[in-house]
């Protein structure tokens, strides 16, 4: 094995009352995919922040080519060769697509930018990221959330790093997409590029690492080949347990029809409406490609896009469609996108919660912290939030602490319908685990239950029912013994139909 490109020895990281980093360590070789794995909070982040000039360490040492190295910003470890392409996008939205691929190496001829040439090394870029058929001139926000990752990713590529650290990449990706980026990080590797690679998805671990290091609680658990490590071992080393069962038992669904939806076709569709009722507890899935509507659906029946024809009715009465009055119906929906949609980052998390339930904690109509505390304090007992108390700020909490406050703050309204979009994107085994056991929970006391994922494992371990999206209709439906992946394939493939 060729010697280390990067490495990192016995790095140590404290914040108030908190120490993100015990002497951690970490080797990355060039040709090299190295995951690094862990639930959230387990220093992953601050690694990262580390490694790529962000924050200085208080102890250790950083080695490029054994050399020591002191990067005391990005800027000065992008020379170094480190470059790192976030989970939390970073496109500029209101620029061209080729000012986002160029940003920060830009070509330029006496001052001014070369139009021409920066288009086709961004086009080239493009094309290895699997996006050929986008317009390098268009503007970037009009692009899908998927595809703006892969732009940052073929940043990265123009900028000819030595070591990419990927921080959840495929968190927005599937089908095509993922295919593509796992097809780039093959391709880096096969030109000496090391990869850092940090995942939810474990099954990636088995497709794309040659290493592994696990940390829990800002530690090293252990470091070694990729073979060395199953699924059943990374969890256990993750979670400092064995999770042996990731979804809980289902509860049997009532026989009162909670939310009828009939002859809905979702806003800029074109087809067939589809027809849908779901009883008290029953948990109904959304599976398909990316693209292939499963979203625009739930955002449709959510109130928040109104559909081209159809109508939707909680208990028998009818609901209008818009926000407001779903939710007063009783249908609440929580985005994908909990960041920018479902949550005020800079806002501590007891005004989070009960963002949605002003009424409750407003007296003589001004806001009282003491009754935003006190609805903090329930909802987290009741969900199992983990914050350091009700006056943190949101945008520290952990993304499956994040969701639960996302959860929190709907359920406070006290629905009958609860429509979830990508419930556990971006989240670990152990948080995730948690997400089930709540929605399971909810079901189990009588709500109502739609949500989209794009993880198929999620929709057949969860879901009593599965609608299956294609070309932005309702391809099909299955239950019972016909809900598996190969059937949910079939028909988002349109290889097979089922009534």
Partial sequence: MEKPILEARDLVKSFPGVRALSGVSLLCHPGRVHALLGENGAGK????????????????????????????????ALAYGVTAVYQELTVLPELPVTDNVMLGQESTRRGLLRRGRQHEVAREALKRVGLGDVDPRARAGTLSAAAQQLVEIARALVRGSRVVLLDEPSALLAGDRLDALHSVVRQLTADGVAIIYITHRLEEVAALADDVTV??????????????????????????????????????????????????????????????????????????????????????????????????SVAGRPVRSSVRAAVAAGVVLVPEERKTEGLVLDLPVRANVTLADLRSVAGGGWLSAAREREAYAKERDRLG????????????????????????????????????????????????????????????????????????????????????????????????????EEHIMHLALGTQEVP
């Avoid at 252990?222 to 999770?243: H, N, Q, T, W």
């Avoid at 499956?400 to 009958?416: E, F, H, M, S, Y």
């Avoid at 009588?446 to 299956?468: D, I, K, M, N």
């Fill in 45 to 76: 982040s601050t690694l990262v922040r580390i490694l790529t000039g962000n924050q200085a360490a208080d102890e250790g040492e950083l080695l490029v080519d054994g050399r020591p190295v002191h990067p005391a910003d990005p800027r000065e």
């Fill in 215 to 312: 940390l829990r609680d800002g530690q090293v658990v252990s470091s070694g080949p990729a073979a060395d490590y199953p699924v059943d071992r990374i969890v256990r080393e993750m979670v400092g347990r064995a999770v042996d069962t990731v979804f809980p038992t289902a509860t049997e669904p009532g026989d009162e029809e909670v939310f009828t939806v009939r002859g809905l076709i979702p806003a800029g569709t074109a087809g067939t409406g589809f027809d849908l009722t779901v009883r008290a507890g029953e948990i109904v899935g959304v599976a398909g490609l990316l693209g292939s509507g499963r979203s625009r659906l739930l955002r449709a029946l959510a109130g928040a896009e109104r559909p081209a024809q159809g109508t939707i």
């Fill in 385 to 484: 939030i983990r914050a350091s108390g009700p006056d943190q700020e949101t945008r520290q909490l952990s993304g499956g602490n994040q969701q639960k406050i996302v959860l929190a703050k709907w359920l406070r309204t006290r629905p009958r319908v609860l429509l979830l979009d990508e419930p556990t994107r971006g989240i670990d085994i152990g948080a995730k685990t948690e997400i089930y056991r709540i929605i399971a929970e909810l079901a189990a006391e009588g709500l109502a239950v739609v949500f989209v994922s794009s993880e198929l494992p999620e929709v057949t371990g969860l879901a009593h029912r599965v609608l299956v999206c294609r070309g932005g209709q309702v391809a099909g439906e299955l239950s019972g013994e016909r809900i598996d």
